[in-house]
């Protein structure tokens, strides 16, 4: 078996809940937070995880624990870091307390990624998020003095209220505090979120290119690179973590709602908390057959500037040259690679590549 080198972690709890959000996500309760983490423990234990790279503790707001709880979770991870080469945890920036950067620091953890989704408070107030620019400046200033600096920001493009002009503000501003990551992922209006019952729609698919043009226009010319679809990264701050998936590998996903690709087994925990804290962690399962397995490569590697080993399409010769040809795809020795254009309608390319 090919082991994972990497794990996720899930954190479900958030303090306030935001009016787009559609992942799994619980109002925080210290009162379930504990046996929460007990189980949590129980469930890493029960996986023989040893020589791990990558860790990202993702959510919900792993933010949201009390300090000591906070604590608890850090030390609980602490037993798979040795040797790591990153470990990423996810931020809020209004929880982000000054009292919990030193304790990530002082855990291991090398790399923060923080919610912020714009940088208007007008808008931020309007989705009902908790926190305001300032306080974003103000949680990157006390990472940065306390020796993080690899910090990646987290943007969605296309929320209610929001225009070209308020997202090249919000670059800007981003720009300004030199963080070394940034994600930008379009808005998505799902059914059972407040935005929807309030009616408000996506960004149409015109816009919202518009807006990937914008993003991608002024961060390349300030030094980041387009890795991915929705990532860009200064040179060698690309997220490892994220990289194993778009590589294809496999990896372990404990917590509440995790997915995970072990042993050829893709699965998927249960949401339902009750179960979880019961011990039935998985929900759901999928054998990844070898076919299966080439349909994940493709849809994957082709995410990332990296792109896919020419030798898994060999036999859609005829489908690659027509993309070559039409500048979507390129190839560059024994890879071929998605262009910006290529990026910005992947999943057609995929449909046509499968
Ligand atoms: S903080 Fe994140 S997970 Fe929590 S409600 Fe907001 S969007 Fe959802």
């Known amino acids: 078996m090919n082991k994972p080198r990497s794990l996720y972690i899930h954190i ?25 983490l007990d189980t949590l423990e129980k469930e890493l234990k029960s996986y023989e995880i040893e020589a791990l790279k990558t860790i990202y503790v993702g959510g919900g707001t792993p933010t949201a624990l009390e300090d000591d709880l906070f604590e608890k979770l850090l030390k609980i991870v602490y037993a798979y870091t040795k040797g790591v080469k990153e470990y990423t945890i996810e931020a809020n920036p209004e929880s982000l307390s000054l009292n919990k950067i030193k ?36 949680a990157i200033n006390n990472l940065k003095e306390n020796g993080l600096d690899n910090i990646n920001v987290d943007l969605i493009l296309g929320l209610p209220h929001s ?9 800007k501003n981003i720009l300004d505090l030199g963080v070394k990551h940034i994600s930008c992922y379009g808005l998505t209006v799902n059914p059972h979120t407040v935005l929807y019952n309030k009616g408000f729609k996506e960004p149409e698919g015109d816009t919202l290119r518009k807006y990937y043009d914008i993003v991608n226009e002024i961060l390349t010319n300030n030094g980041f690179v ?12 690309e997220s490892k973590h994220n990289l194993a998936y778009w590589r294809n590998h496999h990896y372990y996903g404990c917590g509440l709602g995790a997915s995970g690709y072990i042993d050829k087994v893709r699965y998927k925990n249960t949401i339902n908390l009750d179960k979880y804290l019961e ?14 397995k080439l349909v994940y490569q493709i849809m994957l590697n082709l995410r990332t500037n ?19 040809g039409e500048g979507l795809l390129v190839r560059k020795e024994n890879r071929i690679i998605s262009t910006y254009e290529g990026m910005m309608i992947l999943d057609q390319i995929i449909l046509k590549l499968l």
């Open 12 to 36: 479900p709890f958030c303090e306030k809940i935001c009016d787009y959000c559609d992942f799994t996500k619980l109002q925080y309760f210290r009162k379930f937070a504990i046996p929460y």
């Open 103 to 138: 304790m990530l620091k002082k855990y291991g953890v090398t790399r923060i990624s923080l919610g912020v989704q714009t940088t208007n408070d007008k808008i931020l107030s309007a989705i009902n998020r908790d926190h305001s620019f300032s306080q974003v400046k103000e």
């Open 163 to 171: 225009s070209a002009k308020i997202l090249k503000e919000d670059i």
């Open 279 to 292: 011990g039935n962690f998985v929900n759901e399962k999928e054998n990844v057959y070898k076919k299966d």
């Open 306 to 324: 990296e792109g896919i080993d020419i030798k898994y399409l060999k036999d859609k010769e005829e489908a690659v040259n027509a993309l070559i």
């Open 226 to 237: 387009h890795y991915e679809v929705s990532n860009w990264a200064k040179p060698g701050y």
